[in-house]
């Protein structure tokens, strides 16, 4: 051990103080430099196969770019990329929010070697080959069971959840950590359009449930409405004249609900609001 290990490891063994059955790394406590905790590992007995050194890993890295031809690289550098942003939509798409090709130009995930409008084209144009390979494959596995995955497969996209919503922009989400319906009402307000974000809604929940659309609800999470923007889409909606389909009740409480007749009456509208809001409540 050279002088600088000598005094890395009294340091640490200085600073620790072991109690019966404690390990030296655990007695050592948890503010140590990374040359600290190996030591410490190393004096206390553990298994060190699963360690790395962060500088080894470094050096090894940057010999294998330094391997790689210019195109090589390029490639090595666009898959990078591609990864962190569908890691992106997918992390986002659990915390609720959608992703645009905004987002991942001012989080710098763009290739220096790309402009933003060819790395985002290599986005989409990598999310349908993807879903073309995975439909065709999967076409092919229902007529012949037998099939076994080819070692090239590895290295395949699988994007299948990754899902696309057209408006002003383009929004990508993951159906895997999104539902549809949550996505749908980001979209719309991602949109900025109450009128549409009201209308919208209000039609697929009477179709889909089917029920009428509580006005409270449009003031949640992702739409965030307030009670005047509410009114004042719903007012505009009407006096439009392009929604006809578009009415509004009460329950006997006070509460608003929006519903489309074009797949609820009036009377049924106005049943399933007075159960949703009195007598559900007044049955549990």
Avoid at 144 to 166: G, N, Q, R, T, Y
Wanted: hydrophobic share 35%.
């Amino acid at each position: 051990m050279d002088e600088t290990c000598k005094e890395v490891a009294s340091s640490v063994c200085d600073e620790a103080v072991l109690e019966p059955g404690q390990g030296f790394a655990s007695a050592a406590g948890t503010d140590m430099t990374p040359e600290e905790e190996f030591l410490s590992s190393i004096l206390s007995g553990q298994d060190l196969s699963d360690l790395v050194d962060p500088e080894e890993e470094r050096r090894k890295h940057e010999e294998y770019l330094e391997s790689l031809t210019p195109g090589e690289r390029e490639t090595y550098f666009e898959r990078q990329a591609l990864e962190a942003v569908f890691a992106d939509i997918r992390s986002r798409s659990r915390a609720g929010e959608l992703t645009t090709e905004e987002y991942w130009e001012a989080a710098g995930l763009t290739p220096e070697h790309m402009e933003p409008v060819e790395f985002t084209d290599l986005v989409f144009d990598t999310i349908i080959e993807a879903q073309d390979h995975e439909n065709d494959a999967a076409a092919a596995d229902s007529k012949d069971c037998s099939s076994e995955p080819s070692d090239s497969e590895d290295d395949a996209w699988h994007l299948d959840d990754i899902k696309v919503l057209e408006g002003t922009v383009v929004y990508l989400y993951s159906s895997d950590m999104m539902s549809e319906s949550f996505a749908h009402w980001a979209f719309l307000a991602a949109e900025d359009d109450d009128v549409m974000t009201l209308v919208d809604n209000a039609r697929n929940e009477s179709k889909i449930y089917p029920r009428p659309l509580k006005a409270a609800s449009l003031k949640n999470r992702p739409v965030y409405m307030t009670d005047e923007r509410i009114d004042e889409a719903f007012r505009i909606a009407q006096e439009s004249g392009q929604y006809p389909d578009i009415k509004s009740c009460s329950a006997s409480n006070g509460d608003v609900y929006f519903y489309s007749t074009d797949y609820l009456s009036d009377a049924q509208a106005k049943a399933l609001a007075e159960w949703e809001s009195v007598e559900r409540r007044a049955n549990m």
